[in-house]
């Protein structure tokens, strides 16, 4: 690594480039601590489920949200309850519904007959971490509240512009199945989430614990939050630090451009996905505790990064599958070369 370094550096005497290797070491080593700790105390509650508890702090590293979509009770919520209650930050959940209004989730202006004024009544969305629980239940106009929020972490009530509270993430969950009373999230608002992540169902012997315990909710009730907020803005600034080489640079460029001019896909990966794509790569890389990226990262996060921010063309194409998208990014990433 120390090849990277400034010119400056290598006309210093050794002692200094000991010193300037330590502290960087020292730092990154500390990052990862931090970032263990949170992961093993999700993992309390989502037993089993590693991969999925690493993508989704990745996701909150790199300042992206989450979408959960699986089947009814695999723990998409509980997932959702756990990060929140791990970071010391502030948490509302907003059950979607078909009569949910916009008013109901960014606020609403009322009078105020003691002041003789009006005044904004500032609603759930002023948040740091919003669970935005079976979001394709309500209505786009609904759904469509979110989107200046999760894009830009501002809201335009009445010809006024305010913020929210920074970090500020989303996770919302929905049902894959049930069809009947939903309304699907467009592709501009599918484009707003950085991950797409399903948790599936547990193996049988941590199934077993968890019926042993009788369920998460104890545990979820006793969590207490193991990172402050200023940790969290550190560990997201920290993620642009990440080496990331020219040739997996490449790499990524590669799998973006060939999802734009393959036969098969009516819609590639736009220049937004790409720029997605590229810091979440970024980001795993700091939970597995390395300040460089490789092609295994690039490789992990294709499918939940970029699987919804494509169309196929044809879905008999990909033989009925039940995600035909994801099983395309799988197809291309065994066709292209990877990097050494």
Do not use: W
């Amino acid at each position: 690594m120390m090849a990277h370094l400034p010119r400056i550096f290598s006309e210093m005497p050794v002692i200094s480039k000991m010193t300037t290797e330590a502290i960087r070491t020292t730092s990154s080593s500390s990052s990862f601590e931090r970032i263990a700790a949170l992961q093993a105390n999700v993992e309390r509650v989502i037993r089993g489920k590693a991969e999925v508890v690493q993508l989704a702090i990745a996701s909150l590293l790199a300042r992206g949200h989450i979408l959960l979509e699986d089947v009814p009770g695999v723990g998409k919520t509980t997932l959702a309850h756990a990060l929140a209650r791990s970071l010391s930050l502030s948490f509302h959940r907003i059950q979607f519904t078909s009569d949910l209004l916009p008013s109901d989730i960014v606020g609403v202006t009322i009078f105020n007959q003691d002041h003789q004024e009006f005044e904004f009544v500032s609603g759930p969305i002023f948040t740091n971490v919003l669970l935005a629980d079976e979001i394709n239940r309500a209505t786009p106009k609904s759904q469509s509240a979110l989107l200046e929020a999760m894009s830009e972490g501002m809201i335009s009530v009445e010809k006024r512009r305010l913020p929210l509270p920074d970090p500020f993430l989303v996770i919302a969950t929905q049902n894959p199945v049930e069809h009947i009373g939903t309304y699907p999230l467009p592709e501009s608002q599918l484009d707003r989430f950085l991950m797409k992540l399903t948790i599936g169902y547990p193996n049988s012997i941590d199934e077993k614990k968890l019926l042993r315990a009788g369920g998460a909710q104890e545990a979820l009730e006793h969590l207490e939050p193991v990172l402050s907020e200023s940790e969290i803005r550190t560990l997201q600034d920290e993620v642009g630090t990440i080496h990331v080489s020219d040739a997996l640079l490449d790499y990524i460029m590669t799998i973006v451009h060939t999802t734009r001019t393959h036969p098969d896909v009516a819609l590639g990966v736009s220049t937004r996905g790409a720029l997605t794509y590229f810091r979440a790569c970024r980001a795993l890389a700091m939970v597995h505790g390395r300040d460089f990226v490789i092609p295994e990262d690039i490789k992990r996060l294709a499918g939940p990064v970029l699987s919804h921010r494509i169309l196929v063309k044809d879905h008999r194409v990909m033989r009925g599958d039940f995600a035909p998208e994801a099983r395309f990014i799988e197809r291309i990433l065994g066709e292209l070369p990877v990097p050494r």
